[in-house]
C-alpha cells in the first residue's frame, strides 16, 4: 500500500474513534439516557443532581450586589433637595423612608426619567447633589462636563485666521 492511504486510513480511524468517544460522554451526561438503570438508580442520580443545584443557587443568592440602602447622611441631603424642589414637606430626617421614595419617583417621572430604580443619578445631579469634585487638583479647571458647541468645531482666537494647534506641522 501507498503511504499515503495507510495515514488517510490511520486518520479516519482517529477520527471515528473520536466522535465515538464524545458521543458516548455525551449519552453519559444525558439524563434521558436512563433508559438502562433502575428506578433507584434514577432516583439516587436525580437527587443528586437537585443537591448540586441548590448549592449553587444558594451560593448565589448570598451575593449581593450594588448599594443595598442609602447612607444616612446621603437621604438627608436627598431629602433637604426634595423639600426646597416642593416633592417633599417637613424635615429631612435621614431616614430613605416610603414618603421620601414616593417624592423622588414623582420627582423622576416629572422629568420623563425612569421611576423604578430610585435616586437616579440624572435626578440627584439636577437636584445639586452631583459627583464631589473636591478631589480634583484643579477644580477649577477640570473638565468635568463635555464642552457647549459641535464636537468637530476648532474656536480660534481670532476670526479669520486659523487655529494655530490645528495647522498641519
Same mark, same amino acid.
Given at each position: 500500500?501507498?503511504?499515503?492511504?495507510?495515514?488517510?486510513?490511520? #486518520?479516519? #480511524?482517529?477520527?471515528?474513534?473520536?466522535?465515538?468517544?464524545?458521543? @458516548?460522554? #455525551?449519552?453519559?451526561?444525558?439524563?434521558?439516557?436512563?433508559?438502562?438503570?433502575?428506578?433507584?438508580? +434514577?432516583?439516587?442520580?436525580?437527587?443528586?443532581?437537585?443537591?448540586?443545584?441548590?448549592?449553587?443557587?444558594?451560593?448565589?443568592s448570598?451575593?449581593?450586589?450594588?448599594?443595598?440602602?442609602?447612607?444616612?447622611?446621603?437621604?438627608?441631603?436627598?431629602?433637604?433637595?426634595?423639600?426646597?424642589?416642593?416633592?417633599?414637606?417637613?424635615?429631612?430626617?435621614?431616614?430613605?423612608?416610603?414618603? @421620601?421614595?414616593? #417624592?423622588?419617583?414623582?420627582?423622576?417621572?416629572?422629568?420623563?426619567?425612569?421611576?423604578?430604580t @430610585?435616586?437616579?443619578?440624572?435626578?440627584?445631579? +439636577?437636584?445639586?447633589?452631583?459627583?464631589?469634585?473636591?478631589?480634583?487638583?484643579?477644580?477649577?479647571?477640570?473638565?468635568?462636563?463635555?464642552p457647549?458647541?459641535?464636537?468637530?468645531?476648532?474656536?480660534?482666537?481670532?476670526?479669520?485666521k486659523?487655529?494655530?494647534?490645528?495647522?498641519?506641522?
Amino acid at each position: 500500500m501507498d503511504l499515503r492511504v495507510v495515514a488517510t486510513r490511520l #486518520a479516519n #480511524a482517529a477520527c471515528a474513534l473520536l466522535l465515538l468517544g464524545v458521543l @458516548t460522554s #455525551a449519552q453519559s451526561n444525558n439524563p434521558s439516557s436512563d433508559a438502562g438503570k433502575t428506578s433507584t438508580q +434514577k432516583a439516587g442520580s436525580v437527587a443528586a443532581h437537585k443537591t448540586k443545584s441548590k448549592k449553587t443557587r444558594k451560593s448565589a443568592s448570598r451575593r449581593t450586589r450594588g448599594q443595598q440602602k442609602i447612607d444616612p447622611k446621603r437621604a438627608q441631603e436627598i431629602q433637604e433637595a426634595l423639600i426646597r424642589a416642593h416633592y417633599l414637606d417637613g424635615k429631612p430626617s435621614g431616614v430613605w423612608n416610603d414618603a @421620601t421614595q414616593k #417624592a423622588m419617583q414623582r420627582y423622576q417621572a416629572d422629568n420623563n426619567w425612569q421611576s423604578k430604580t @430610585t435616586p437616579d443619578a440624572r435626578a440627584l445631579i +439636577k437636584l445639586g447633589l452631583g459627583p464631589d469634585h473636591d478631589h480634583l487638583l484643579n477644580p477649577e479647571s477640570a473638565m468635568t462636563t463635555q464642552p457647549q458647541g459641535t464636537h468637530g468645531a476648532s474656536i480660534s482666537s481670532q476670526p479669520g485666521k486659523p487655529d494655530p494647534d490645528k495647522q498641519q506641522r
